[in-house]
């Protein structure tokens, strides 16, 4: 559009390396259109461009202080009981969830606009720019930033024909150029891979959000407690939350299963801190495959078909069987207790739908260590199972199973129920309730719980980092730089004969190690037309 | 296997003693610059410190000397406290703080051995002798000694004290090889971040001289007969802060290299600083991953070191467009430069996170 086909443009001392695109003057269209087209320049300039990164900045800065629902639900829960009348304003204004909030997305999706809308022209321009010719010579290259003179014995056509060859070695890209009066000039160009790189980055950028919203798209995440021994097959109703993206379908869960055989915790015995988890497991990616077996351990997921399943948390599952007064046996399973604290004393509760005459509720508390709290009572003071002691509640009356709400399994609303005995038991041990029944403690085993993760777009987002460093590197390391040299031919005056040589450069924003550069050059050249005077014995001095 | 103390104890005295040299080495440079700076005054303000006398620039030689073996104590106490609890000697705030510092005293004898190990290569690849030419040759950089060691010093201070972690194992989700790739690179990334920002305060208050520096000059030529004492004259906006800092025997901004100058040596330590902190948030994007099952969660550390990198990204934006550059450009490197600092102290020890790794109760 605004490019010359003249494929050679001039550099005077005024023009800068900057690979911003020049602002656009003169605007066509009218009315409405103008307005609109006023308004897209405006939206995809740099400045712009830089108000938007401070306000993302700015916008995500609540989210950390502010607690998030993404985060700590209890902690936002806390919050609004806290501030009744404060909380749901800013509840409506989605300050619990700064992440997922219509403003923050219009911020980033405004970048995004302004980014395409800033690199489609710049690409075309830099394309244009690799076809282009290295600019003229200025006139006065000794009024640029850098410039150096010497004088050569060389002739002026073999000083610029080993300037040019030279630079070219050094992957300059470089033309001679006749002038008048006999002189030549190289002009010379490098680090156009500063542009490429710049263009890269921002490109990746977009590439990084594709593959995000790929991602927040198609993906799904569920979550999955599953007892030492047990098993788990990926299909929805078989996780205990499970969490789809909004145009996922049941069909991109992949059919993979597996089995825990043994999970193991270790702590240090000093101060119960954890040093390891492992969950030991038996997967097939598919019913019909082989089982293979894997240990799944923090920072060691286990990858299946692009789903990831990850050790979230751990505890304790109690096996505890009750059999009615006619011995029968009406409840025999691992029970999950939830861990209360990191020595996870923990709570759980049995439900038994069939006693004889009513329902039967147990309510326990397990402590794995059991030992004396400072509060009284009994409190587990170790996370390991050395010292298990469950602590139990039995409760009779309707449990409301079968009235068709849904119900939590690890609370039981005990305000109806009527206490019929409270115990201890260590495994092993069993309970005799007035009414015949008897509670028997086995043992214990371990649960984990697994989080399976498909994020579809996870790959794009790896690329698209990836390129993001590539295209730093390139754009902020790579320097933009010219470099010319005139050999002008002796003057008719000049006894010895010798060719008068220029050489100027001019690097972009950064020129650091430039002036090095120019000289190691400069060096090199002078020492080439020395070479070339030992070859002509009969010429005078060294023009160094 | 539990921590060698004996070894750890080794660390903290060398730790001391590497503190001890760095104030020393500060005291030295920030002597030499006070020389420097009354030649420069009356050399008619060159941008760079031109050498004093034999006895100033020989103090500045010693700083230099000093600071070596500081860095010598400083490199020998990570090691020793490394080697003293089996792991890597970055594990928590006190550690890392260790590390960020040796980053910025490295970074800076790197800019300061650059001419040297020039000159040693030159001469080791017999290269030919130097053309007369127009171009300049590099400054040195001994100017920055005071401004880079104070804050070392002030950083090390602290870490010695308020975060000080007995030497103890690693949390478990910190036990990963991601710890060398994401932390080296955070730390690497945060000690450039630090002198970059050193050198761009000292652009800014050289800007503001240069900016006021016709008003000060005539203070500077009726100045106030010698007292050693500094003079506070008010001379209206924009100069106040550069003359707070005049000292009654000269121009201290004088001393100092021309702003653009220090405009470009920040903008050149943050265009390497920058990628290497976009390498460490995505490191710790593919460790998180495997650590919590999601690569993002807008963890308030995440999300702080996020927003650094936008400030800094602004910065660089800011830099290319006209009406931005120089003083505002400077103005959001800092406050990027601010947001480092609340992900790496606030976020730490105030905002509870997945990051809870500090070690300081
Ligand atoms: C997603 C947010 C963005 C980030 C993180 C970002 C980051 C960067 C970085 C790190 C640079 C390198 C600076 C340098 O070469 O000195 C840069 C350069 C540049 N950016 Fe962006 N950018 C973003 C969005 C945009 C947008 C929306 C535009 C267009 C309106 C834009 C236009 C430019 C231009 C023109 C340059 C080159 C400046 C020059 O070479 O002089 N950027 N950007």
């Known amino acids: 559009m605004t490019q010359t086909t003249e494929p050679v443009v001039s550099a005077d001392q005024t023009e800068k390396l900057s690979t911003a695109p020049e602002p656009v003057v003169g605007m066509p269209g009218r009315g409405p259109l103008r307005i609109a087209l006023r308004m897209w320049r405006q939206l995809t300039s740099m400045r712009t461009a830089l108000l938007l990164l401070a306000l993302l900045a700015l916008a995500a800065i609540p989210g950390t202080v502010i607690p998030q629902r993404g985060l700590d639900p209890v902690k936002v829960d806390n919050f609004l009981a806290r501030h009744p009348h404060l909380g749901p304003l800013m509840d409506h204004l989605s300050l619990f969830d700064v992440f997922a909030a219509p403003w923050f997305a219009a911020i980033y999706l405004l970048l995004f606009i302004s980014l395409v809308g800033c690199l489609v022209p710049r690409i075309r321009l830099h394309a244009a720019a690799l076809r282009r010719r290295p600019p003229n010579a200025p006139r006065h290259l000794l009024r640029m930033p850098a410039s150096t003179q010497w004088r050569a014995d060389a002739p002026p056509e073999e000083v610029a024909g080993r300037t040019r060859e030279l630079l070219r070695r050094a992957h300059w890209r470089a033309d001679v150029r006749p002038e008048s009066g006999g002189s030549l000039t190289v002009a010379a160009e490098k680090g156009y891979l500063r542009e490429t790189g710049n263009l890269v980055f921002h490109i990746a950028l977009v590439v990084l959000l594709v593959g995000i919203a790929l991602s927040g798209l198609y993906g799904y995440k569920g979550t999955v407690l599953v007892t030492q021994g047990g098993g788990f097959a990926n299909a929805r109703e078989a996780y205990d939350v499970f969490a789809p993206s909004r145009l996922f379908s049941d069909s991109q869960l992949s059919p993979f299963s597996f089995t825990m055989q043994r999970f193991n915790a270790s702590y240090d015995s000093s101060n119960g801190e954890p040093l390891n988890f492992n969950a030991y497991l038996r997967y097939k990616t598919s019913p019909t495959a082989a089982a293979k077996p894997y240990d799944i351990r923090v920072n060691h997921p286990l990858d299946v078909d692009g789903a990831k399943v990850f050790l979230v948390g751990h505890g304790y599952s109690l096996l505890i069987k009750v059999t009615n007064k006619a011995g029968q046996t009406v409840y025999d399973q691992a029970t999950p207790f939830l861990p209360d604290d990191s020595n996870f004393s923990s709570h759980g509760v049995v439900k038994v739908p069939v006693l004889g005459n009513g329902q039967l509720g147990l309510t326990g508390f397990f402590y794995p260590t059991a030992g004396a709290s400072p509060f009284g009572g009994i409190t587990s003071i170790f996370p390991a199972a050395q010292r298990p002691v469950l602590s139990l509640a039995a409760w009779s009356g309707n449990l409301g199973l079968d009235s068709g709400v849904p119900q939590s399994v690890y609370s039981l609303p005990v305000a109806n129920l009527k206490n019929i005995g409270v115990t201890q038991l260590s495994p092993g041990h069993s309970w005799h309730l007035k009414d015949g029944a008897t509670v028997t403690f086995l043992g214990v085993q371990q649960w984990a719980t697994f989080q399976v993760a498909h994020e579809p777009g996870k790959r794009t987002v790896l690329v698209g980092a990836v390129l993001i460093i590539a295209g730093l590197l390139g754009s902020l390391r790579v320097r933009r730089r010219r470099f010319w040299l005139r050999a002008v031919p002796a003057a008719a005056d000049d006894p010895d004969r010798r060719t008068v040589v220029t050489a100027a450069g001019l690097a972009r924003s950064d020129a650091e190690g430039f002036a090095d550069e120019l000289e190691e050059l400069a060096s090199q050249l002078g020492r080439r037309t020395a070479a070339q005077r030992q070859s002509r014995p009969a010429s005078g001095a060294e023009g160094i | ?361």
């Not at chain 2, 650059?114 to 300049?136: C, F, L």
């Not at chain 2, 500077?220 to 003359?243: E, F, K, N, Y």
């Not at chain 2, 390497?272 to 550390?301: C, H, L, M, N, V």
């Not at chain 2, 600092?341 to 105030?350: E, R």
């Open chain 2, 1 to 361: 296997m539990s921590p060698d103390l004996h070894l750890a104890h080794i660390s903290d005295v060398l730790l001391t003693w590497a503190v001890f040299a760095y104030a020393f080495a500060m005291f030295g440079y920030a002597a030499e610059f006070a020389a420097g700076r009354r030649v420069a005054a009356r050399g008619g303000g060159t941008a760079v410190v031109e050498r004093g006398s034999r006895r100033t620039d020989n103090v500045g030689r010693a700083a230099v000397v000093l600071s070596v073996a500081g860095w010598c104590f400083h490199l020998s106490s990570v090691l020793t406290r490394g080697f003293a609890v089996h792991r890597v000697p970055w594990g928590n705030m006190y550690e890392f703080s260790c590390m960020v510092t040796l980053v910025a005293v490295s970074i800076f004898l790197l800019l300061l051995g650059q001419q040297p190990i020039r000159r040693v290569a030159a001469i080791a690849t017999r290269r030919p002798a130097r053309h007369h030419m127009g171009w300049k040759a590099r400054e040195s950089v001994r100017y920055l000694g005071a401004f880079v060691m104070a804050p070392v010093v002030l950083y090390l201070g602290l870490a010695g004290t308020v975060l000080y972690a007995a030497p103890g194992p690693l949390v478990p989700a910190l036990n990963s090889y991601w710890i060398k790739i994401h932390v080296v690179a955070a730390i690497t990334a945060t000690g450039a971040f630090m002198v970059s920002g050193v050198v761009t305060i000292l652009y800014l208050l050289k800007e503001r001289y240069e900016r006021g520096q016709v008003p000060l000059r005539l203070t500077l030529t009726t100045r106030l007969r010698s007292p050693m004492r500094p003079q506070r004259v008010s001379l209206g906006p924009g100069t106040a802060a550069a003359v707070e800092m005049t000292s009654a025997r000269g121009g201290l901004m004088r001393a100092l290299p021309a702003a653009a100058n220090l405009d470009r040596l920040a903008y050149r330590i943050i265009t390497f600083a920058f990628p290497i902190w976009t390498f460490a948030i995505i490191a710790g994007a593919i460790w998180a991953e495997q650590a919590w099952s999601r690569y993002w969660g807008w963890d308030p550390k995440e999300t702080w070191s996020f927003i650094t990198w936008l400030g800094y990204a602004a910065y660089l934006h800011a830099r290319a467009t006209a009406g931005w550059r120089g003083r505002r450009a400077a103005t959001l490197s800092l406050i990027a430069f601010g947001c480092l600092m609340v992900d790496y102290y606030v976020v730490n020890t105030v905002i509870t996170g997945l990051h809870s790794y500090a070690g300081v109760s």
